[in-house]
């Protein structure tokens, strides 16, 4: 099976979409957030809780969807504590981020232990299963691998469509950009940059926690510590990569995921025997890399980025 | 405009009075704007000028009295309020977002949020007509960044408008703009004006004030010391009502040229980002002449500056230093040839906020006797150098042991200007010297620098200010897009011969004008 095989396989594309899935929820959070000119490195954090918080509503009862709902509600908290240092206190967006991070993880163990306490291996719960979409998924190549998934899949797709008319097509998204772009002039029409932005911050953290409980509730049945390794910082990458616009945001995704699903399957090809396995869990990272630096060269960075605003001060 | 007394009062503020701790800002201000009517508020800095607006425009709330709109009052503290009952604020730093297009800047905040969609086609439309109404040409889908100064300012302008502002006020407007620029913006305020919008405009140039205006309100320490009709005063009686003596601006005499002490030949520097560099420039800074350099900022000014201050070295072309040519062009070569430079932006280049004045007016000389021997400061002979200068530059301080963001710009300004005049340099390169300075200061600045030339050294004024390049220049060159226009001597150009050089005509078809 050589890498075109691979490409042309409809399990191949099935797989990348999904592991795109998270990633997409995730970035779409922290371009929201970034768009209005805060930077959240609380990201990994978040989705960490999320994952936990998600899977723990299932299994302590409740259904999958009020489960997604837990874990939104946990991640607009963390942004809630995020954005009040952040904006109104005005302190340093990276250690407020990093802080965020290692308080969401921690507070997820100390919280994982509180509840399981004598458990050795996690326990699993009944995850999302793919919906069929009749007709489409009868499409060859196209059909499984874009319509026979989970239904937070498709929410993923239609989340990029709806948070990229609100930033272009709506009222609330161009005050949105403008505090991102130049606060004082969204203050010099009266509305609060305060607000945008906290909203901004507390929306966005809640996409992010989604992202993370698709790994327990989607992708996978159960709830591991290591499990979104890194995927926060992939995102940041990502919205580099995007330009700052989730249609561009989605694409990287996709690429990175795919890069990803490859590499686990070349891994299996007599290729794969010659060379150490972690040289093929290094290239989607090197691939992307080289991927942003191509991409983001001419990206318009928010111009009130990591910049905080003081109403009164110039 | 007769008739101005009987016409509707739009704005009133009435007695209007805001302290800050001990300092009272505005002291019982009160001033009525009739409909139709420009009103130029005049003052030094600090004058409580900036103060009176911010109270206006909900920005601060008043201590005492009331801001009255179309005769009601306004709440005091809300924004908000102040841009619903028809008041649109032009501030001086614009207030737009460089990725946003004109259109989105335009209606930012004009829609309530929770909508699902903005009305595009609508906003355009009405766009495009104040447009046309008011002479603002400008493309409503470009880009902010990519507009010059003049365009931003209308969009500002189409701001205000765009809300149906009935009452603009404009903060020092012409301050970035060319002498055309300028024109255009009197152009449309006098549209303005006859469309029976009101008009608030605040400017330290006398000339404008004459020019737009009907009445004159002079703040002075926080309180109104005179109001009048243009008809009725002229620029020296408002000079003086506005710093309360009767100043004058320095006499200027011509000065008696010298040798060429710094001779640039065909010199090259690559572009800078947006900025250019010099194109082929040549240039002769004599001794004993003020060589003024006029253009819009961004022009190619910041690469000379860097180049006679050694930062930079020509690409192409040659330097020479009284007669010799230099190689190796450093920025302790030029030092120690006495070059001496008063930088352009003084907050950022020109000083360290959190050092002390005295640790601030030795910064170029620290490193040597007498200041330093053997690696160890001779604090007390720092101290003494300072107090010489606080003394002999009237710099208004605590002492040489404060820290130097306590002082006003003014006071910033004389502190380096004596730590450059004390070295004695032979060449003096100003750059915007004077900026943001009330005319006290200004003409202070103004006389040490005609001191510096007749006692012999040669210096580079460069300001985007036409009125003080016209005033101190023995020549004038104009710089536009990197390129150095030749050399008028004092006298030969008008403002209006200057503008069109500035907006880089006249380079090409190589007319050559007296000089």
Sequence with gaps: MDILDILLSASFWAAAIRIASPLIFATLGELICERAGVLNLGIEGIMVAGAFAGWMAVYSGLGLWPGVAVAMVVGMGFGAVHSLLTVP?????????????LLATSSTYYAYRLALPEVTSPPKITAFQPWEIPVLSDIPLIGPALFSQTPLTYL????VAVVSLVLYRTPLGLALRAAGENPAAVAAQGLSVTGLRMGAVIVGSGLMAVGGAFLTMSAFDSFFFEMVNGRGWICIALVVFGAWKPGKALLGAVLFAAFDALQIRVQQTPLGADIPYQIFLMTP???????????????EVPAALMVPFNKGER | MTGAETAQVVLRLDRITKRFGKLTANDAVSLDLHRGEVVALL???GAGKTTLMNILFGQYTADEGRVEVMGRALPPGNPRAALEAGVGMVHQHFTLADNLTVLDNVTLGTEPLWRWRSDRSGARAKITKLAADFHLSVDPDAKVGSLTVGERQRVEILKALYREARILILDEPTAVLTPQEADDLFATLREAVAMGLSIVFISHKLHEVMDIA?????????????????????????AAAMVGSDVSAPKVNPGTPGAPLLNLRDVTTPDRGNAPGLQSVTLALRAGRITGLAGVSGNGQAALAELIGGLTAPETGQIALDTADVTGWTPRIAVEHGIARIP???????TIADFTLTENAILESYHKPPMSRTGWMNWARA?????????GYDVRCPGPEARIRLLSGGNMQKLILGRVLEAAPRIILANQPVRGLDIGAVNYVHEQLLKARDRGAAVLLISEDLDEIMALSDVIHVMSEGRLSPEFARGTMTPAALGVWMAGHGFDEGVSHAS
């Design chain 1, 89 to 101: 206190f005005g302190l340093s967006q990276h250690v407020v981020g990093l802080g965020v991070t």
């Design chain 1, 156 to 159: 993923a797709f239609i989340l």
């Design chain 1, 285 to 299: 990272y090197v691939l992307s890399i080289l991927a942003l630096i191509v991409m983001s060269r001419r990206a």
């Design chain 2, 43 to 45: 003052g030094e800095n």
């Design chain 2, 214 to 238: 009907h009445r004159v309100v002079i703040l002075r320490h926080g309180k109104v010391v005179a109001g009048m009709a243009t008809a009725d005063t002229d620029r020296h009686a408002l």
């Design chain 2, 344 to 350: 352009e932006d003084r907050h950022k280049t020109g």
């Design chain 2, 383 to 391: 101290e003494a150098e300072t107090k010489a200068i606080i003394d």
